[in-house]
């Protein structure tokens, strides 16, 4: 690339809007297990978790393993700023209504690291929400979702692990791991 180029490119990035805390991905080391952060909390990655980009609401995706004859799962991390993102009890009762016939969600709720966690599981037919309307994809028979709600420093860090039963099953133990790992960045 040419001089003139090169600084047409950096003057152009000097006037692009800087995104939006929410909006960033979390800071992650590349170490074996990755280190990633938001809301002023910080976990371990699973290593067999494979990071994928943020958006607009999402801080981290990562893949889960999918188990045998099963599609592969997916973590979404959620933090949308001190105040934001609704209380606990209502996102669990949100992550109800993602499955055919609202059931109520299993809920527990203990302390990691001096930070209240809310967990939360639910099965059934998932309705696969997306876009910005959170408007039904179709419907997943089979499926499950394993929640933790942090109440970070800076506010709620949201987890959320869907996909088939058996895929959620068989990354239980990483997700548990996941949740003991929070620590106050």
Known sequence: MSPRHLAALAAALLVMPSPSPAAQAPAVSHGAPAQAKAGGVEWKVPARWKAG?????RV???SVPAAKGAEAGECAVFFFGPGQGGDVDSNVERWGKQFEGAPTPEKTRTTVAGMPVTRAQVAG???????PMMQSQGKKAGYRLLGAIVEGPRGNVFF???GPAASVASAQADFDALVASLRKE
């Open 60 to 62: 981290a995706t990562y």
């Open 160 to 162: 959320k692990l869907t």
């Open 53 to 57: 980009a943020g958006s607009a609401m």
């Open 125 to 131: 037919t998932y309705l696969a929400p997306g876009g």
